[in-house]
């Protein structure tokens, strides 16, 4: 738990960083906050081997991510999330890596990343696991601090039930998202 709460005042200080910056270029700490809608899920499970459920076909997700530019094209994050799906139920908590990579310099620029972490657990109501997700997307500047992001790409995520007995679960998702960075 010491972890969590370590992690949570480093974001905090990560993202007033990134907010006391003005640049009209991408560089040093960022903050991002963003909303996911997770769609057309389909899951398979291992009690029976080899089911495959439409899993009410959607999630929704809220991540937050604190960064360094290290170059105006490179940027690793580093975020924490919750995540819901509906139907046969999980609420996930992804703690995650994000690298980014853009196609220009310029605030304003198609992107791609790519993301990976562990799932970790508050309590007995969230699942443990992993989740990846690969998405390409478009960032637009607002003003010279804040940028409006909006992507689409492919979320991956192998839960272990601990309500219905299920085993492990493998949600495979459409992932539409947007965000604000600072």
Same mark, same amino acid.
């Given at each position: 738990?010491?972890?969590?709460?370590?992690?949570?005042?480093?974001?905090?200080?990560?993202?007033?960083?990134?907010?006391?910056?003005?640049?009209?270029?991408?560089?040093?700490?960022?903050?991002?906050?963003?909303?996911?809608?997770?769609?057309?899920?389909?899951?398979?499970?291992?009690?029976?081997?080899?089911?495959?459920?439409?899993?009410?076909?959607?999630?929704? %997700?809220?991540?937050?991510?604190?960064?360094?530019?290290?170059?105006? /094209?490179?940027?690793?994050?580093?975020?924490?999330?919750?995540?819901?799906?509906?139907?046969?139920?999980?609420?996930?908590?992804?703690?995650?890596? =994000?690298?980014?990579?853009?196609? %220009?310099?310029?605030?304003?620029?198609?992107?791609?990343?790519?993301?990976?972490?562990? =799932?970790? %657990?508050?309590?007995?109501?969230?699942? /443990?696991?992993?989740?990846?997700?690969?998405?390409?997307?478009? %960032?637009?500047?607002?003003?010279? /601090?804040?940028?409006?992001?909006?992507?689409?790409?492919?979320?991956?995520? /192998?839960?272990?039930?601990?309500?219905?007995?299920?085993?492990?679960?493998?949600?495979?998702?459409?992932?539409?998202?947007?965000?604000? =960075?600072?």
């Amino acid at each position: 738990m010491n972890k969590n709460i370590i992690l949570c005042l480093l974001l905090l200080v990560l993202g007033y960083q990134a907010i006391a910056q003005d640049s009209t270029t991408r560089e040093g700490f960022t903050f991002q906050a963003d909303l996911r809608y997770l769609a057309a899920t389909k899951a398979s499970v291992s009690h029976p081997p080899g089911y495959t459920f439409d899993d009410g076909t959607y999630g929704k %997700s809220f991540r937050l991510y604190a960064g360094y530019y290290f170059t105006p /094209k490179i940027n690793l994050n580093v975020g924490i999330g919750a995540d819901r799906y509906e139907v046969a139920s999980a609420n996930t908590f992804p703690l995650v890596i =994000q690298a980014r990579y853009y196609l %220009s310099e310029t605030k304003s620029s198609f992107y791609t990343f790519a993301e990976a972490g562990p =799932q970790i %657990s508050f309590s007995d109501a969230s699942d /443990k696991g992993y989740v990846f997700a690969l998405c390409a997307g478009r %960032s637009f500047s607002l003003t010279t /601090k804040m940028s409006l992001n909006a992507y689409l790409g492919y979320n991956y995520q /192998k839960t272990t039930d601990t309500f219905v007995n299920l085993g492990k679960i493998d949600r495979q998702s459409l992932l539409i998202g947007v965000g604000l =960075q600072f």
